[in-house]
T-cell receptor, first 110, second 113 residues
Framework: GNSVTQMEGPVTLSEEAFLTINCTYT??????LFWYVQYPGEGLQLLLK?????DKGSNKGFEATYRKETTSFHLEKGSVQVSDSAVYFC?????????FGQGTRLTINP | DADVTQTPRNRITKTGKRIMLECSQT?????MYWYRQDPGLGLRLIYY???????NKGEISDGYSVSRQAQAKFSLSLESAIPNQTALYFC????????????FGEGSRLTVL
């Protein structure tokens, strides 16, 4: 069945560091892929998405590229800020519903 | 006001009690979902509904039931709460054909003692 595996957290970085959060997936066909972000005390919100192979989703300085050959959708940001501290979820669109990874908690220190 | 509103936001109850979590939305979306969030397990789907007459079980529906009272309202019930149902519960909505782009409420934290 469909599944998503994210790198285990928590991840702690200093401000302005480079960020990578790994995400790999198992799926039949070529599902759309998503990154969601959950800020403290809030619900999840869509950060970016990609709907087909080689697509790059981007938003708020974050990027992720849909890699069919490695079944991956890694999240990257060149220079993180304290305000990026949150939990990040990778997800794929299965049959009529979304399948989430376990989440990666990111903390950015000033 | 939030587009997706959940009540209550926090609830502490005892084992065996009946609990209802309510969700209402002003986005006009047909599709509504209930997820459960546990540390290290991500979000798991409990139930989902594609319209008022459509209810579907998710991956962890045992011990839960739902009611879709109107397009805008989707309630989750725990008939007899148990401690391992202690979790953060999220309601979400999506447009028809846009299953991957969900809009979440702020969550309902439930503690079962």
């Amino acid at each position: 069945g469909n599944s998503v595996t994210q790198m285990e957290g928590p991840v702690t970085l200093s401000e302005e560091a480079f960020l990578t959060i790994n995400c790999t997936y198992t799926a039949t066909g070529y599902p759309s892929l998503f990154w969601y972000v959950q800020y403290p005390g809030e619900g999840l919100q869509l950060l970016l998405k990609a709907t087909k192979a080689d697509d790059k989703g981007s938003n708020k300085g974050f990027e992720a590229t849909y890699r069919k050959e490695t079944t991956s959708f890694h999240l990257e940001k060149g220079s993180v800020q304290v305000s990026d501290s949150a939990v990040y979820f990778c997800a794929l669109q299965g049959a009529q519903k979304l399948v989430f990874g376990q989440g990666t908690r990111l903390t950015i220190n000033p | 006001d939030a587009d997706v509103t959940q009540t209550p936001r926090n609830r502490i109850t005892k084992t065996g009690k009946r609990i209802m979590l309510e969700c209402s939305q002003t986005k006009g979306h047909d599709r509504m979902y209930w997820y459960r969030q546990d540390p290290g397990l991500g979000l798991r789907l409990i139930y989902y509904s594609f319209d008022v007459k459509d209810i579907n079980k998710g991956e962890i529906s045992d011990g839960y039931s739902v009611s879709r009272q109107a397009q805008a309202k989707f309630s989750l019930s725990l008939e007899s709460a148990i401690p391992n149902q202690t979790a953060l519960y999220f309601c979400a909505t999506s447009e028809w054909g846009e299953t991957g782009e969900l809009f979440f409420g702020e969550g309902s934290r439930l503690t079962v003692l």
